[in-house]
């Protein structure tokens, strides 16, 4: 069993920057692929973002590739997002995700962190 905890999120104005963290219980951490998912009112959920187990391949969507940065600690069992430039549009919940395989399309993530809220105002 896997369990994510993610912090971080809050209110900011566009064009400013957040760092979110995701901390994992377990010891499979090191061996997983960890992801970032969003979900913004009435909209369905937005997968945004992956980091394979070492850390060395990355993904992003294109909605937020060259603003966004995801990486990892291993020793720390932790998961970063640093989000640069943000927009209005960025606005929702930020869900921290890990599963088994490193998948750039339709990844299905085994556990689910309970979010944290960024609101960016304009």
């Known amino acids: 069993q896997v369990q994510l905890v993610e912090s971080g999120g809050g209110l900011v104005q566009a064009g400013g920057s957040l760092r979110l963290s995701c901390v994992a219980s377990?010891?499979?951490?090191?061996?997983?692929?960890m992801g970032w998912f969003r979900q913004a009112p009435g909209k369905d959920r937005e997968f945004v973002s992956i980091?394979?187990?070492?850390?060395?391949?990355?993904y992003y969507a294109d909605s937020v590739k060259g603003r966004f940065t995801i990486s990892r600690n291993n020793a720390k069992n932790t998961v970063y997002f640093q989000m640069n430039n943000l927009k209005p549009e960025d606005t929702a919940v930020y869900y921290c995700?890990?599963?088994?395989?490193?998948?750039?399309?339709?990844?299905?993530?085994?556990?689910w962190g309970q979010g944290t809220l960024v609101t960016v105002s304009s």
């Open positions: 377990g010891r499979t951490f090191s061996t997983s692929a």
């Open positions: 980091i394979s187990a070492t850390g060395r391949i990355t």
């Open positions: 995700a890990a599963g088994s395989a490193y998948r750039t399309q339709a990844w299905e993530a085994d556990y």
